[in-house]
RNA sequence: GGGCGGUUAGCUCAGUUGGUAGAGCGCAUCCCUUACAAGGAUGAUGUCACAAGUUCGAGUCUUGUACCGCCCACCA
């Protein structure tokens, strides 16, 4: 039955509606019973404390664009959603809070007492970002949503510690780390980032001291410092061992300014002889370089900073902070005239990532995982590198290998304490009896060893990546073997950001080698020892993902990294409120070609807004033609039910285009597959197909019968045309498949189109079809150029070369003067030349309309000429290639017979076009 | 200091086994034609950064150069 819908698209209606309806049908719940294959993706878990940027937005749409093509080809899809706890980012947003509502520090508060409110802001604020991820379409399973704090979540970080600790895996040691003293707590290497920083380089006289004597003596030697203040912890100045300059002071003693400190002279390679003075101070407990160098010379390590950079250990300077220490030392060395020189000095200075705060490395007492141990059973970080390089996980771009290889292969202990009270407590227990301390699951009351139940939990908290790294298999019930692990895991594709693949992706990888296949492996088979006998199918049994798509990064129209500071970011709900959700999905999709970043401009999302009122517009055009009279319809059946050439035609592209749609999708090639769809449906169905059938649906003098067919097949095709639209835009084509007399259910679960070629491919039609559109194209640019309006119905005759082809087209007049504009056609077989009018000629046809209709024709003359003109450049260059002997003999014979072809073309269209212009005179 | 990526139409970018250079936007001309002016029709525009090499043939492969960007690295 007719409808009538409204002709501008309105996206917000449609975007409040289906995704409630989606979700209470259960359309994205995976079946743990289902026969279907699997597919299965898990959501990077965005931080509790996060709002929706691009970012999210990209891996909830790339996804989504997946598991929605997935779904419809009818595999069980799993995409399960969750949120990390975010231990620093979070314990700093409710401490702020704290702070500013209440004038309360976390230590006024107590451990318990702050931990139950960070969950309580967690229950009040923290799910925001997936309500957001609604908004986008994202197709996720809300039945299975998970937190890394969870008890599920939890326990399986215990046990992971646990297991790992018994091996020694996990250790406990003083090392030096890196320090944020604005968060106060440890961080990990990865955590701190470096910044290049125009600073200074300080030139400071250190006093020799004079053998025998006491104090200082007349000489002094110079040494060049980026942190002045770390000098009072100083405990030896270092040259190179071969550097000449100084062999004088091999063995002596300086006297360390304003600390009055007797500090050695040693030798090391460490040493560049070329930068500054060449003298290095050495500050073992404040610089990586000076601990090594500390560590082979024996010397003291004296720290000279407190938990939040506050100095101590140095006299007058103690509760200073770091920075007015600087300040202090500066002047008091100025004053001691010791202060040589101070000059602009480029450098990396490294920030926590978290809160931007200079670190300050030092020395302290941590928790470690070991990442690469020598007895290759226990080394976790060879057999994740060896997974990837030997195709069990496949990186999308393949590129990305080499940038995981040369972190694996260089990977350092992963520093997993955080002296923080939010995320997963170190499950280690020490005993006030005999001072043992064990690692448990569970909490224990009594000392295993002595009973004694003078028990103490170790204070510190676990890196959150400690938990996201067991994301996998954790959400799917690890260490339970519960039905969907068993039936999940490993899962299919992981899509994140490149930015987090040593965050992440390679700690997945290497827990889910370890956890997920290892031990019970070593149980079930005696003979693997080591991870490096497992063979192939234990690889992909244990891998928690088969492959990687490193999606890009989202930027603004001038390629500039969104940033706060830049006030460059581009809000997602603000954009989707504005071109809809659907054309800012379609715009990322359609932007991510592997390599470059999106460069995210306003440009393009009103193109794609305008492409879905484009949709609208057709389904629009399909629902007022449907006939008054019911019809049957067979969604199953009706795609063929029309056998004109349009309709054999439109099938026949639709094959071609389906085929590329599932390939680009199948290689991750989204944009790809973004523009394939695009341009079949504007360019295609509307500007065509929907042109050729319009007669057949709007002449009264069509008979009901005919009608009928035509509108079946009609709907068919939109049918197919918007599901292939789907999965980039979830709603409109939801809203619009709706409104279809065919549909059942909901479009989600609608089969996405497959295999039409077979059937469908017809290259014989799609031939006809073509030369149809240049007729009219020719038709077309006659008129333009010679300003025929497009109300001025005109007559025009057709000369095809080939006489079949004039049979051929002859069928289509109606078509034809409808899409030319034409009041009479003629075909016919001929020669033009002797014709007189306006004349556009191809090599197999021509048009011409008659010279009554326009007097003025100088325009033509120009245009056949400068068309003469190209065409004889283009035949030079065929020409002397294919007078060349070498091109004969050498290139394949289809390639050849190509530009032999080609050749005759341009041969006869520019004989035509010759014979026209010389005639010219004449008529 | 290493590694990776980029340089194609005015702008933003596609271009996967080497074989007639494409899209979107913008621009020009004409149209509110009975799905759509967020539209239609027609049209203009490129020594594919530079240089050499391989090849019958290079935007595509190799090497080098220049500029831009990103990642990693303990340079005081």
């Not at 790339?62 to 997935?70: E, G, H, N, Q």
């Not at 629009?620 to 054999?648: G, K, M, Q, S, W």
């Not at 030319?820 to 030349?833: F, M, P, R, Y």
């Amino acid at each position: 039955m007719k409808r009538e819908i409204p002709k501008v698209y309105d996206p917000r209606g449609a975007e409040e509606k289906w995704y409630p309806y989606w979700e209470t049908n259960g359309y994205f719940v995976a079946d743990v019973r289902s026969p279907k294959p699997s597919y299965v993706m898990v959501i990077p878990p965005p931080n509790v404390t996060g709002t929706l940027h691009m970012g999210h937005m990209l891996v909830c749409t790339l996804p989504d664009i997946v598991a929605r093509w997935r779904r419809m080809s009818g595999d069980n899809v799993l995409w399960l959603p969750g949120m990390d706890h975010a231990g620093i980012a979070t314990q700093n947003v409710v401490e702020r809070q704290l702070m500013e509502e209440e004038h309360l520090t976390r230590h006024d508060l107590g451990r318990e007492e702050f931990v139950k409110r960070v969950w309580q802001w967690k229950e009040k604020n923290g799910g925001i970002i997936l309500k957001q991820m609604r908004r986008l379409g994202a197709s996720l399973d809300w039945t299975r949503e998970r937190f890394t704090l969870d008890e599920g979540l939890s326990r399986a970080v215990r046990e992971v510690f646990v297991r790992l600790f018994n091996e020694g895996l996990i250790y406990r040691a003083k090392r030096m780390i890196n320090w944020c003293p604005r968060c106060t707590t440890a961080l990990s290497d990865l955590e701190v980032k470096f910044e290049e920083r125009n600073g200074k380089l300080w030139t400071i006289k250190y006093p020799l001291k004079v053998p025998g004597a006491g104090g200082g003596g007349e000489e002094f030697v110079t040494v060049a410092t980026t942190r002045p203040e770390t000098m009072l912890g100083d405990t030896a100045l270092a040259i190179h061992p071969r550097d000449e300059r100084y062999f004088y002071l091999k063995g002596r003693m300086a006297v360390l300014p304003l600390m009055q400190r007797e500090i050695p002279i040693v030798e090391d390679e460490r040493v560049d002889p070329e930068f500054g003075t060449g003298i290095v101070k050495v500050t073992p407990a404040h610089d990586p370089n000076d601990f090594e160098v500390g560590m082979k010379n024996h010397l003291p390590q004296i720290s000279i900073l407190d938990e939040q950079g506050r100095i101590i250990n140095a006299g007058r300077y103690n509760g200073l902070d770091r920075f007015v220490a600087r300040k202090e030392v500066l002047e008091d060395l100025k004053t001691q005239g010791l202060l040589l020189e101070e000059k602009i000095h480029l450098h990396n200075v490294g920030k926590c990532d978290r809160c931007g705060t200079v670190v300050e490395p030092l020395i302290s007492t941590q928790w470690f995982m070991k990442m690469s141990d020598p007895d290759p059973a226990k080394n976790l970080a060879a057999p994740a590198l060896r997974a990837v390089e030997e195709g069990y996980i496949r990186f999308v771009p393949s590129s990305k290998i080499n940038v995981y290889r040369e972190w694996m292969t260089n990977i350092r202990d992963w520093c997993i304490s955080r002296q923080l009270w939010w995320g997963h407590r170190i499950p280690v227990w020490y005993c006030g009896n005999c001072n043992d301390a064990v690692a448990l699951v569970a909490e224990p009351t009594r000392c295993e060893k002595c009973g004694s139940d003078q028990l103490r939990q170790d204070p510190d908290v676990l890196d959150t990546w400690f938990s996201s790294q067991l994301w996998p298999f954790s959400t799917l019930g690890w260490p339970e073997a519960t039905e969907d692990l068993q039936k999940f895991y490993p899962t299919t594709t992981m899509i994140t950001a490149a930015d987090i693949i040593f965050f992440w992706v390679a700690r997945m990888i290497m827990s889910g080698l370890r956890f997920m296949g290892h031990e019970s492996l070593r149980a079930g088979n005696p003979d693997i020892k080591s991870y490096l006998d497992w063979g192939p199918r234990e690889w992909k049994a244990s891998i928690p993902f088969h492959t990687v798509y490193f999606n890009v990064l989202v930027r603004d129209a001038e390629g500039q990294k969104m940033s706060k500071s830049k006030k460059n970011v581009i809000d997602p709900l603000e954009v989707t409120e504005q071109y809809g959700t659907d054309a800012v999905r379609f715009t990322l999709a359609a932007m991510s070609a592997p390599g470059s970043d999106i460069a995210l401009s306003k440009e393009r999302m009103e193109g794609y807004r305008a492409f879905a009122n484009k949709i609208w517009n057709a389904a629009r055009f399909v629902l007022i033609n449907l006939p008054e009279d019911p019809i049957e319809y067979h969604p199953d059946e009706d795609l063929d039910c029309a056998n004109t050439v349009f309709d054999r035609w439109i099938r026949s592209r639709l094959a071609s285009v389906t085929d590329e749609v599932n390939r680009a999708l199948e290689e991750f090639r989204f944009h790809e597959a973004a523009h394939v769809v695009y341009q079949f449906f504007w360019h295609e169905l509307c500007d065509w197909y929907l042109e050729f059938v319009k007669p057949a649906l709007t002449d009264p003098h069509v008979p009901r019968e005919s009608r009928a067919v035509q509108t079946r097949s009609l709907v068919a095709v939109f049918d197919y045309a918007l599901r292939l639209l789907h999965p980039f835009m979830p709603f409109i084509t939801e809203e619009l498949w709706q409104q279809l007399p065919v549909a059942r259910g909901s479009i989600c679960v609608a089969r996405f189109p497959a295999n039409l070629s077979k059937r469908y491919a017809d290259q014989e039609t799609e031939k006809v079809v073509q030369l149809l559109q240049g007729v009219v194209t020719g038709i077309r640019s006659l008129r333009a150029e010679n300003e025929i309006g497009p109300s001025q119905r005109i007559p025009a005759h057709v000369y095809l070369v080939d006489a079949r082809q004039t049979e051929v087209l002859r069928p289509f007049e109606p078509q034809l003067r409808m899409l030319a504009g034409l009041e009479t056609i003629e075909l016919s077989t001929g020669d033009v030349t002797v014709a007189k009018g306006l004349k556009h000629i191809e090599a197999d046809f021509a048009v011409l309309i008659p010279a009554s209709v326009v007097g003025n024709r100088e325009k033509e003359f120009e245009r056949l000429t400068r068309e003469d003109m190209k065409l004889d450049k283009d035949l030079q260059s065929i020409k002397s290639k294919l007078s060349d002997p070498k091109f004969l003999e050498r290139a394949p014979e289809t390639v050849v017979a190509d530009w032999r072809a080609r050749e005759q073309e341009l041969q006869t269209k520019r004989r035509r076009i010759k014979e026209n212009l010389s005639a010219f005179s004449g008529n």
